[in-house]
């Protein structure tokens, strides 16, 4: 376990893992990041039933492995709340496949999910930067029209 814990110690959860499983699934929106992850921000190792499933069937933090980890769940016939309805199939139909949990655009719904994805809220400091240096461009610019 420890072993696990160090290996994972850099945050599971990608910005396009959300809309990998909308892709992939069919989804009409994005799931949050609570599918996975205990935490809503999506940082750190999956704690959830749905996403230490995936983790036990090849999902890596390389976004290619998602449609592996997804095939497997399939093969399986992973039901992690005991419903009846594999946890694939739940999310197909906008529910919540963990134990726990709001279900998140059932099948004619009009919720919509986050448009950005898990761990996108915490910018960069280089994109922090970036929009600072951008900013005092267009205020010294706009100075010198003013001057001018």
């Known amino acids: 376990m420890l072993l696990y814990a160090l290996i994972t110690s850099s945050a599971f959860a990608m910005s396009n893992f959300p809309a990998d499983l909308q892709t992939d699934l069919g989804m009409q929106c994005t799931a949050t990041c609570d599918l996975c992850h205990s935490s809503p921000s999506g940082s750190g190792v999956p704690t959830e039933p749905f996403g230490i499933a995936m983790v036990d069937r090849g999902l890596t933090v390389d976004a290619a492995t998602v449609a592996g980890a997804l095939d497997a769940m399939v093969a399986d016939a992973v039901d992690s709340d005991g419903d009846g309805i594999i946890d694939t199939e739940a999310l197909a139909q906008g529910l919540n496949?963990?134990?726990?949990?709001?279900?998140?655009?059932?099948?004619?719904?009009?919720?919509?999910?986050?448009?950005?994805?898990?761990?996108?809220?915490?910018?960069?400091?280089v994109s922090g930067l970036a929009g600072l240096l951008i900013g005092l461009v267009a205020l010294a610019d706009r100075r010198r029209r003013a001057a001018a």
């Open 97 to 125: 496949p963990n134990p726990t949990g709001a279900d998140y655009c059932p099948v004619g719904s009009s919720i919509t999910g986050p448009v950005y994805g898990c761990a996108s809220v915490s910018a960069s400091p």
